[in-house]
């Protein structure tokens, strides 16, 4: 069984910057990507960021030039850097990872989500 955990989260002011961790463990098959993604109240969960096993990396249009992801595969563990936060950042930040099982079937696992709350 894959799990995540993330780790990072808090409340910053705008303009600050927090670094969000997801460490990872279990056994994967195939791995196809990693991502980040958020959660705003009362919406849809949303793409942040998403890098390929070719380390071809994504972002939403709305963290490009502010937003980070990077991956220590020595330790297992993705990261998220946030500079320059505004208040429309503030979401339940969750790690994904896209993977594929022994009988080639995708499957995707979540972690449980972590709190970035931009305020002044």
């Known amino acids: 069984q894959v799990q995540l955990v993330e780790s990072g989260g808090g ?3 705008p303009g600050g910057s927090l670094r969000l961790s997801c460490a990872t463990s279990g056994s994967i098959f195939g791995l196809r990507a990693m991502g980040w993604y958020l959660q705003a109240p009362g919406k849809q969960r949303e793409l942040v960021a998403r890098i390929t096993m070719d380390d071809s990396t994504n ?10 992801f990077s991956r220590d595969n020595a330790k297992n563990t993705v990261y998220l ?3 320059s936060l505004k208040p429309e950042d503030t979401a339940v930040y969750y790690c994904n990872v896209d993977t594929i099982t022994t009988t080639w079937a995708q499957r995707i696992y979540w972690g449980q989500g972590t ?3 931009v305020s002044s």
């Open 81 to 83: 850097q946030m500079n």
């Open 59 to 68: 972002y939403a249009n709305s963290v490009k030039g502010r937003f980070t």
């Open 11 to 13: 409340l910053v002011q």
């Open 115 to 117: 709190q970035v709350t």
